[in-house]
């Protein structure tokens, strides 16, 4: 490697800035990452405890409610109310802040039918052809899960009606909120 | 629960507040820890309990300081518990005094602020964080603060200028506290409306700004205190509570509703006669839900409460109820030095009746609650504490 290369893959690495290519965070505990797995092409997978027929999330290593480790990846259906909702014009993450100063970043806690409360990305454009930002609290809407450009699952608010039943549908709206690839800087390392 | 009768509190010091440093955190606790004994007249030798707290130690732990800083103590503990650090220090370490396992106990908090670290310590802050947070906007606290607030207006119907109350008055107090980051800085309504969007209904002025710092006080027996000759405090009552409320949607309340008839029943006081509240400010909303936790207001009434009530230190608001509040700038004002930031009320307290508060002193100041409030793992805080401060019977 010259030193014109090494000192820019420092740059790279120090610099987020200055990345041709920002992706949203990939670091992910083990469980995390098992949260990933379990989700790739599934519309919602959460962990499930057995003994005691509990849902929950985010994943952990043993059931909130037994404290045993009866836990499996199971299908959730994902229904739900919003709990609050929000956009952000700020972000510590180089993807986001290249994506805030384009527009506001929505994001929404929501309630699950069965069960735990998810944090969630918002997909606005569903709602009201994404002009208001604000979706009124306890909406009625539908969490499913899809990877992004990091290759890591994450969880997607939208509309009660918007089909996510495959993949391709669900990748069509990751798509759409710009989370399918990297937030590009012209000229970048 | 027993009482913490015969246990004093002394030397408070705010230490070395900057919005960026190339020091570590062994730095910012090494030289608050320097300034709290230097202050009381204590030799280092006399130290015989230690307690730290920060995020940014790393590898690093009280005991690894202990050599660093060349000290044997025979009681030492960790309270990395962010804004309710101060609160459980005071009452692990009163607890110590009283059953004799350490004498002199220097409670130091400390963290650094290089450059890019609190990207980082958010990144990494749980695993709840890792895993199910930062991934959606990475915008560490602010984000899980701008939902609760969201959902808190919305409930109650509190508006920004309600906010700005808090902020306002806050800045007002911190100009006449030099340490503050801020506090060079005036702020006006039409500032705070004003400023940059952050997160949802959170502006710039909502959001404390991160920063290094360190914050450190003494506690021994009353005896050891006035044979120091030193002015001290007294702990009247101290309560805290973790993850209380676990089945609530969303934050609405912490664990103060459980424990505040006790802590004002105990203290012997009720929240008319307290003489000053520090609350844990991290954002206004946050202050508002200690409020009326904590029996100042109802629930929900904290925009009525803050729109009646002068929070200046000197009263000198137009408003005709006062309350002074966060009389050093709070957060908002001086700076959050990471989980140092949990000793600010406390030791602002401590100077308060200590009359070793300079340009901010609080008139006739004789009792005073500190709440403290810590740990967004999540979608909420979960630690939450409080205790009531006074000036010794003499």
């Known amino acids: ?189 | 629960m027993k009482n913490y009768d015969g246990v004093a509190l002394l030397s408070p010091v705010s230490f070395g507040y900057s919005r960026q440093s190339a020091r570590s955190a062994a730095w910012f606790i090494g030289r608050t820890f320097q300034s709290v004994i230097d202050n009381a007249g204590v030799k280092k030798e006399d130290v015989d309990g230690f307690a730290v707290t920060s995020f940014s130690l790393g590898s690093d732990s009280v005991v690894t300081l202990t050599q660093q800083f060349q000290i044997t103590p025979r009681w030492i503990e960790q309270f990395p518990f962010g804004g309710a650090s101060g609160i459980i220090a005071l009452r692990r370490a009163a607890r110590a005094i009283q059953c004799g396992d350490a004498e002199i106990i220097a409670c130091i908090g400390g963290d650094a602020a290089a450059h890019r670290s609190f990207e980082h310590q958010a990144s990494i802050f749980s695993g709840f964080t890792i895993d199910a947070s930062f991934p959606y906007g990475a915008g560490g606290p602010n984000t899980a603060f701008s939902l609760i607030t969201q959902n808190y207006m919305e409930k109650y119907g509190t508006t920004r200028e309600d906010f700005a109350r808090i902020s306002l008055d806050q800045r007002y107090n911190a100009n006449h506290y030099s340490p503050a980051l801020l506090g060079h800085k005036t702020l006006s309504l039409n500032e705070y409306m004003k400023a940059r969007q952050i997160a949802g209904p959170l502006h710039l002025f909502d959001c404390v700004m991160p920063c290094a710092g360190g914050e450190g006080f003494l506690v021994m027996s009353e005896d050891r205190a006035r044979h120091l000759k030193q002015p001290y405090c007294v702990i009247r009552s101290a309560q805290e509570l973790h993850n209380a409320h676990p089945t609530d949607e969303i934050q609405l309340r912490g664990g103060w509703t459980e424990f505040a008839e006790a802590l004002y029943d105990t203290a012997e006081v009720g929240p008319d006669e307290i003489d000053l509240v520090q609350t844990y400010d991290d954002y206004p909303v946050i202050s508002m839900l200690q409020l009326e936790d904590l029996g100042f207001c109802k629930k929900g009434d904290a925009r009525v409460f803050v729109q009646e009530t002068d929070m200046r230190f000197d009263g000198s608001g137009t408003l005709s109820k006062k309350l002074p509040h966060n009389t050093n700038g709070g957060q908002l004002s001086a700076g959050q030095a990471g989980a140092a930031a949990g000793y600010l009320g406390l030791n602002e307290t401590l100077r308060q009746l200590t009359d070793k508060a300079v340009n901010n002193s609080v008139p006739r100041a004789k009792v005073g609650l500190i709440s403290g409030f810590g740990m967004i793992n999540y979608d909420r805080g979960l630690c939450s504490g409080a205790a009531i401060l006074a000036r010794p019977k003499i």
């Open chain 1, 1 to 189: 490697m010259t030193t014109n290369e090494l000192m820019k893959s420092r740059l790279k690495y120090n610099r987020p800035s200055l990345r041709a290519r920002a992706r949203p965070p990939k670091n992910r505990t083990p469980l995390g990452e098992a949260f990933s797995a379990a989700n790739l092409g599934r519309s919602l997978k959460l962990q499930y405890c057995i003994d005691c027929n509990r849902f929950q999330y985010p994943s952990q290593e043993v059931c909130q409610a037994c404290l045993k480790d009866n836990l499996v990846w199971r299908e959730a259906v994902g229904t739900g109310h919003i709990i609050s909702q929000t956009a952000l014009f700020h972000s510590l993450w180089e993807f986001f802040k290249r994506r805030t100063s384009q527009k506001p970043w929505p994001v929404a806690t929501v309630a699950l039918d069965q069960g735990p409360i998810v944090f969630t990305h918002l997909d606005v454009e569903a709602f009201d052809d994404g002009k208001i930002l604000h979706v009124s609290e306890r909406t009625q809407v539908k969490v499913f899960s899809h990877y992004d450009c990091s290759m890591r699952s994450i969880l997607i608010t939208t509309t009660k009606e918007t089909d996510t039943q495959t993949r391709e549908t669900r990748q069509q709206i990751v798509a759409r909120m710009g989370l399918s690839k990297p937030a590009f800087r012209d000229g970048g390392i």
